[in-house]
């Protein structure tokens, strides 16, 4: 799907859904012009992601209390408003026909959305066994693809898989530089020009190496041609000893560029 039918496929959604003009950020002559549309036409398909959410959430979540959380690889449980705020974020930016990758998905946002009738596609990403198995139980598997991937292995070399072209893609990488630049690497190298990137940052005040993370982060995405439309503040909390609090940037590709790669095996993940 190009650009510019994807973008008209948000407006006319946003329009349908009684979003204002300048919500939206149009002209007032193009915001007439959409608004003249027969939207009916244009099959917009709204669907309610909080049915979805209730339908599911449970055995998510569930499974995520029993499961124990590797720290050695950066896994962390998020509690359910967490999960919520994430999928309503996503949910603002899926239009008919898109396709999602998630690089890592221990919080099984896949399974949610795998049952989305807008999306086309879902690729899922994980180097955790049972995190793959119980995304294959539960997910809508004529939707889903699920890959095994040790992304560590991609830190000495100069290119990282490519796993299609995407619309929307969502990481939550290790929180390091490291993790951050590697993650961002491989966002870039597979999603659509005008794409989003939903990537969740730690978002810790009053601690300098948040601050520090966060502008190397900064840096990297406009390296690749990323800008930052949103950014969702303290939105995402881990049920964890160290009550770790992030928060969700949501970015656009808009420009062509690399983020090139740190090549540190050691500082991948933070082992806490």
Same mark, same amino acid.
């Not at 198995?133 to 939707?143: L, T």
């Not at 100069?158 to 490291?178: A, M």
């Given at each position: ?176 530089e490291t993790g951050f630049r590697l993650y ?13 990137? !939903?990537?969740? *940052?730690?978002?810790? #005040?009053?601690?300098?190496? %948040?601050?520090?993370? @966060? +502008?190397?982060?900064? &840096? ?7 800008v930052v439309e949103k950014i969702f503040k ?16 949501? !970015?656009?590709? *808009?420009?062509?560029? #690399?983020?090139?790669?740190? %090549?540190?095996?050691? @500082? +991948?993940?933070?082992? &806490?």
């Amino acid at each position: 799907m190009i650009y510019s039918d994807r973008l008209r496929k948000s407006i006319i959604k946003k329009i349908s859904l009684g979003t204002s003009r300048v919500e939206i950020g149009l002209r007032k002559s193009i915001f007439e012009y959409f608004s003249s549309m027969n939207l009916n036409q244009e099959l917009i398909c709204t669907q309610n992601f909080e049915i979805l959410f209730n339908k599911y959430i449970e055995k998510v979540i569930n499974f995520k209390l029993l499961k124990c959380d590797n720290v050695l690889i950066d896994q962390s449980t998020i509690d359910r408003e967490s999960l919520y705020n994430r999928i309503s974020i996503l949910d603002e930016i899926i239009v008919n026909g898109d396709s999602l990758l998630f690089i890592g998905d221990n919080d099984f946002v896949s399974i949610i959305l795998s049952y989305d009738e807008r999306v086309k596609s879902i690729t899922v990403v994980d180097l955790d066994d049972q995190v793959l198995q119980f995304i294959s139980d539960n997910a809508n598997n004529d939707k889903v693809v699920i890959i095994k991937e040790d992304f560590k292995e991609y830190l000495s070399r100069d290119k990282v898989p490519n796993y299609g072209t995407f619309q929307v893609v969502q990481s939550d990488p290790p929180y390091t530089e490291t993790g951050f630049r590697l993650y961002n690497h491989i966002a870039n190298c597979n999603i659509e020009f005008g794409g989003y990137f !939903l990537l969740v *940052v730690p978002d810790m #005040e009053y601690e300098k190496w %948040n601050y520090e993370l @966060k +502008l190397d982060i900064q &840096r990297s995405l406009v390296q690749g041609g990323f800008v930052v439309e949103k950014i969702f503040k303290h939105n995402q909390t881990f049920i964890d000893y160290y009550g770790i609090i992030s928060s969700t940037w949501l !970015l656009q590709k *808009v420009m062509t560029g #690399e983020i090139p790669n740190i %090549n540190n095996k050691k @500082k +991948l993940y933070t082992i &806490r």
